[in-house]
């Protein structure tokens, strides 16, 4: 791929982009007018729809602390990986 081609590409993954970026900052958008209709109820039907709304509880694993409180337990189950990372700047 030639040096112009590859700079139409990178154009047009900008465009693209913007594209998604406007998209989902208008869902986001949508989506929260519906939480807001919603109030405190956590499901509700609108028509076809059924609307679920809840609080999820998880449990992560503060690593931060970890290494504070107990750093060679930490730094024993530390597994280091290399990704990739894909730019256009």
Request: glycine share 2%; with cysteine.
């Amino acid at each position: 791929m030639s040096i112009n081609e590859l700079e139409m590409k990178c154009r047009e993954l900008r465009q693209l982009q913007a594209l998604i970026d406007e998209a989902q900052a208008e869902a986001e958008t949508i989506k929260d007018a519906i939480k807001a209709a919603m109030g405190t109820q956590e499901a509700i039907q609108a028509g076809e729809y059924k609307i679920t709304w809840k609080p999820v509880t998880t449990a992560r694993l503060d690593a931060t602390a970890l290494k504070k409180a107990l750093p060679d337990v930490a730094e024993r189950f530390t597994k280091e990986t290399t990704v990739r990372r894909f730019s256009v700047a």
